[in-house]
């Protein structure tokens, strides 16, 4: 990349030669990165491949090893994130760092109070909120608790924060992970109104169409090195790819989905119905099969009843009203439902939306996440009801190595797994804990926050799966995704399902068109 930004200005970012070490693992090595003043750069590489790592060092979380920085020219130390903000450096975590009982107005102020009077100091950053809301188009709700807000605009607000504290080199980790269709191009308007006025844009992410609709120029990491650094005009979607994991990836459809004729029904749903506690119709008469050999997608905006329908077909929510048969048992609401123990014994497995908060714990060690619910299998349980830790310890390491868990260390704590490598050992243990294999698994957003390589896995598991015989129900925001996996697909929309899609008549236009409101046939 040019030493130099557009109009003879320095690079806003020069890194040179940065090395950077955790115990036995070389996180960076030798890494070289320019950033042009003004401009949007992608930064992508598989789980582990030390991007996160890299942008931590320049926002001072860690400090290299060995190597160079140098901000809008020259040199500079970054002991700390309070030194970095201080160079004009802000950062966006994927996990946003807001305190969630606040406001929104409180958070951004917290920790840079312009006056010790707390109502004067308000007024003040006020006044300069809202003129940066008017010159970003970044809008949001300042005297809402975070609580109250959406992720949108929560996501929102941590731009505005690093905004305000004079951020002209923002960092952006995997900033759409949590985002609907909508909010991500809503967050890409802002960006790029950002990019026009001068900000310079450092974009971490797994998506990379993404990177390819947004940024001037990525820099690709392996194994903790830069394998390519180029201008976004000189690249293409498959060679990025091919670059992060060091072979050709096939992330389309599988050759003949379309062709197999789906078997038996495994599970049948009728006249779903759930209300939350303030009257909202969350699942509004629901009615779906699942039938052996088939993947059946749900398509839909978020928050359209997904959620709680993954909870009720896996027993952790009882509805108020409909009725579902598995496994030559039926259950009826109100009254006896489905409950989680019941649905591992009639050979439903399930995988969370949220790993972090339903999918494992993160302060446990993988092999006591990977037992989770399965802890009272027989060969887990000894003479007087003792766990036989070493039998589970055991069994974790031959599920990390059939699923490619990364590192193979099954004493290792859960949390400190990449995200692609916590969602296959989650998987891992929905598959192959049960005594007998699952019929009928459900998968709420297989690859959310994962690399490109761990979607190609973990896409082909769930292939495997419903080419032995079962019936794969995905609910996922990414369209590409549906359209990859799915024989059929269901949108649903306001709680209900909209309608319902052969592959074949599935395009992601049709599918925005039911999402929005259209029949099935308009849609088609």
Not at 24 to 40: C, E, H
Not at 307 to 319: F, I, K, Q
Request: charge should be neutral.
């Amino acid at each position: 990349m040019s030493a130099t930004s557009a109009g003879g200005l320095p690079p806003a970012v020069q890194m040179r030669g940065i090395c950077k070490r955790f115990g036995a693992v070389q996180a960076n090595r030798d890494v070289n990165l320019t950033v042009a003043a003004g401009t949007a750069h992608g930064i992508v590489g598989e789980n582990g491949a030390g991007k996160s790592t890299l942008m931590s060092i320049l926002y001072g979380f860690y400090q290299a090893e060995a190597g160079s920085i140098a901000i809008e020219g020259r040199e500079v130390q970054i002991p700390g994130s309070r030194e970095a903000i201080a160079l004009g450096i802000g950062m966006v975590h994927q996990h946003f760092m807001l305190v969630e009982p606040l406001s929104a107005l409180d958070n951004i102020m917290l920790g840079a109070e312009p006056d010790w009077r707390l109502g004067a100091a308000r007024a003040v950053v006020r006044e300069k909120l809202e003129a940066l809301m008017r010159d970003t188009g970044l809008q949001v709700r300042l005297d809402l608790a975070v609580e109250e807000l959406p992720v949108g605009e929560r996501q929102r607000l941590e731009i505005l924060k690093a905004l305000y504290r004079g951020a002209r080199i923002l960092i952006l980790d995997e900033p759409t992970a949590v985002l609907t269709p909508q909010e991500t191009e809503q967050l890409f308007v802002t960006l790029r109104r950002l990019r026009a006025q001068g900000t310079t844009l450092l974009l971490i992410t797994h998506k990379l169409k993404e990177i390819m609709a947004l940024c001037d120029a990525v820099t690709v990491m392996r194994q903790g090195a830069v394998v390519l650094d180029t201008p976004i005009a000189d690249t293409s979607l498959d060679a990025l790819a091919e670059a992060m994991v060091g072979r050709r990836v096939n992330l389309g459809r599988d050759a003949g989905a379309a062709a197999r004729a789906p078997g038996a029904t495994l599970l049948a749903v009728q006249g779903l119905r759930w209300a939350d506690e303030m009257g909202v119709p969350r699942l509004a008469d629901v009615s779906l099969d699942l039938k052996a050999g088939e993947i059946v997608g749900i398509a839909g905006v978020s928050g359209n009843g997904q959620t709680e329908l993954l909870a009720a077909l896996s027993g952790m929510l009882a509805p108020q009203a409909g009725q579902i048969t598995l496994g030559g048992e039926r259950f009826d609401a109100p009254g006896r439902w489905l409950d989680p123990t019941a649905a591992r014994r009639l050979k439903l497995a399930h995988v969370p939306e949220d790993r972090h908060r339903c999918g494992m714990v993160l302060k446990m060690s993988a092999w006591e996440s990977a037992v989770l619910g399965y802890h009272r299998l027989k060969r887990f349980v000894g003479a007087g009801g003792w766990m036989k830790q070493r039998a589970m310890r055991e069994a974790t390491a031959q599920w990390m190595e059939a699923y490619d868990v990364r590192p193979r260390n099954a004493l290792l704590q859960s949390s400190k797994f990449s995200g692609g490598n916590q969602q296959k050992l989650v998987l891992a243990r929905e598959a192959l804990a049960p005594e007998t294999p699952p019929q009928v698994l459900l998968v709420g957003q297989p690859t959310r926050g994962v690399d490109i390589g761990a979607i190609e896995f973990i896409h082909g598991r769930l292939r495997a799966m419903r080419d032995a015989g079962g019936a794969v129900l995905v609910v996922s925001s990414e369209l590409d995704e549906i359209l990859a996996l799915a024989d059929r697909v269901l949108v649903m929309d306001r709680g209900r399902i909209a309608g319902e899609l052969a592959i074949e008549d599935c395009t992601e236009a049709a599918l925005g068109r039911l999402m929005a409101g259209a029949t099935a046939r308009e849609a088609a």
